[in-house]
Every structure is written in structure tokens, then in C-alpha cells.
């Protein structure tokens, strides 16, 4: 998937990423519904993705931790508060504990993530919202953009049949 246009605006809270693949629509939505193929790609190839719970359902629950370089761990989760099959996709974004718990004080974004045929493939557009502007900074400061560029640069090496 190539990532064809990031526009950062402070001023309305928002990081949004345009990304192009040559897969069909339901291909790509799938990368999002299983945890094995969303593994593969979810986090910079320096910073791989393990879920272990991932209930893709309005209301599920999502809990992951992603290995460094050194093997350290950063855990995340997300809060499914949309789903419209295969166009939409909505969910809250944070930091965890070990337990998988949302970290108080550390940020919670929201994400909304829609998918479009193209002639040759599928448009997915990732819309990011901030709570406020030094949330905005500090997750642009801490490499959000460069680290999303990386991870959706993976999704078109995803093998279809990946199960497990």
C-alpha cells in the first residue's frame, strides 16, 4: 500500500493518511478483521504488532503490545465504536499498561478509517483526532506519522491466507 498524502492540521485536531493499494476493497478491509493479518502490518517493521484479544465488533476490544529493537514492549488498545462492512471503520486508540489496561494520563485518539474502490485497487483514508493541541504534538513528536507511513507501507505484503 503506498501512502499517497498525510495532511497534519493542528487546527482542526486532525493527522489524515491517503493510501492507495492495488487490492480489492474486501482484501484490504480484512487486514483491518483479523488479528493474524492485522499483526503483519499494524506498527513499523521495527516495532511489530502481537494481538492478543481482538473482538472486531461495535463495542469490542482490542489489546495489543508492539516489540522494539531491544525487545522492550509498548502496549496499546482500541475500543471498536463503529463498523459499516466493508466502507467504515471506527475505533478509540491508546496506551496501555502491561494488563492491557488504558494508561491514565497518556493519550486516546479516535480513528476513522474509510475504504473506496478505485479503477486499480482501493483508496483507505485514516482520519486521526486529537483531543487537544498538545496531544496533537506530543503523538507528532513521538513519531506517529513517520511510524503509520511504515506500518501502511506493509498491508499489500499481507498473505491472504494468513489464519492463525
Do not use: C
Amino acid at each position: 500500500m503506498t501512502v499517497t498524502n498525510v495532511h497534519k492540521d493542528p487546527s482542526s485536531l486532525t493527522m489524515t493518511f491517503v493510501a492507495e493499494s492495488g487490492s480489492d476493497i474486501d482484501r484490504v478491509w480484512r487486514v483491518w478483521q483479523n488479528p493474524r493479518q492485522l499483526e503483519r502490518w499494524w506498527g513499523p517493521p521495527s516495532w511489530p504488532a502481537t494481538f492478543e484479544q481482538h473482538d472486531f465488533t461495535v463495542g469490542g476490544r482490542s489489546r495489543y503490545y508492539m516489540t522494539g529493537p531491544n525487545g522492550e514492549r509498548m502496549h496499546g488498545w482500541w475500543r471498536i465504536t463503529d463498523i459499516d462492512q466493508p466502507h467504515r471503520l471506527e475505533f478509540d486508540d491508546g496506551f496501555a499498561d502491561d494488563d492491557g489496561e488504558p494508561s491514565p494520563g497518556m493519550p486516546e485518539i479516535h480513528g476513522v478509517v474509510t475504504f473506496e474502490p478505485t479503477d486499480s485497487g482501493t483508496r483507505m483514508t485514516t482520519v486521526t483526532r486529537f483531543a487537544d493541541t498538545q496531544q496533537f504534538h506530543q503523538l507528532e513528536g513521538m513519531g506517529m506519522e513517520e511510524g503509520m507511513r511504515e506500518a501502511m507501507t506493509q498491508i499489500d505484503d499481507v498473505p491472504a491466507e494468513t489464519t492463525r
